[in-house]
């Protein structure tokens, strides 16, 4: 039986939402704290350049609001710079030290994260900076697809953990598609090597009520999932106190 798996609410679209009309409406740190209240064991941000959603402002705010209650988990590309009142990704994170910084291989021309990184290519420029972060008592942790050849340098860089791009498998499991079964055991060898190497196993993107519990099963151990998209529109199809005790109960 799988160990629990701590459940870290990511706000981007309650930001987006937010963003569509001038005001704080919806104000994410109340989202964030009636989060905390019914249970939630983190909150995730992934503040852009572009501030087309969460804002650097937001996460110096929730930092002050979460960092004493739960896990603060900021996401993003540490090689962003710089732009408007956005300070640069690095600059933020020092700032606000969350307890977990993820670095994400994202760009303002992406939708979303869809891909992890490539160490071959980027280890030497991400080892000055995982070191520069963990001085600093984060824990970081780097965004990765399902390849234990990639996971062993992220080992060798300094990561704390990894969080598995789950957007095939998520994609797979709507389609009951013919390579799920294999999938997933990619998923469960990725997670195996990380766990020998000596790094912790995150886990994020498109993870839902329909297709958590199956990975939960396969993929150990899963120390944390991040979950924001399928989790705001759960709240709105079944409010949100049943929908993070749905979540909670597919996490135990």
Do not use: W
């Not at 995982?130 to 060798?156: H, N, T, W």
């Amino acid at each position: 039986m799988p160990q629990p798996t701590a459940l870290s609410i990511n706000l981007n679209k309650i930001a987006l939402i937010r963003n569509s009309r001038e005001g704080n409406f919806p104000d994410v740190c109340a989202h964030a704290q009636r989060c905390i209240d019914l249970g939630a064991n983190g909150i995730t941000v992934h503040p852009r350049p572009d501030q087309r959603h969460i804002r650097a402002q937001d996460v110096r705010e929730l930092a002050s609001l979460v960092s004493p209650q739960v896990e603060f988990n900021v996401e993003g590309n540490p090689f962003a710079p710089a732009q408007g009142s956005y300070p640069g990704f690095m600059a933020l994170v020092a700032e606000t030290r969350p307890a977990q910084c993820t670095l994400v291989p994202d760009t303002d021309a992406q939708l979303t994260s869809d891909h992890g990184f490539d160490l071959s290519q980027s280890a030497n420029a991400l080892k000055p900076i995982i070191a520069e972060l963990k001085a600093q008592g984060m824990r970081v942790s780097l965004f990765m697809d399902p390849d234990c050849d990639q996971i062993k340098r992220a080992a060798d860089v300094g990561a704390d953990r990894i969080e598995l791009y789950t957007g095939p498998y998520a994609a797979a499991h709507k389609a009951q598609a013919e390579n799920l079964e294999a999938l997933l055991a990619q998923f469960a060898r990725a997670a195996q090597t990380a766990t020998q190497v000596g790094l912790g196993v995150n886990a994020g993107h498109d993870l839902n009520l329909h297709n958590l519990a199956d990975f939960r099963a396969q993929v150990t151990p899963l120390l944390e999932v991040s979950i924001g998209h399928a989790f705001t529109v759960d709240c709105i199809d079944m409010g949100m106190a049943a929908a993070m005790a749905a979540y909670l109960e597919r996490c135990k």
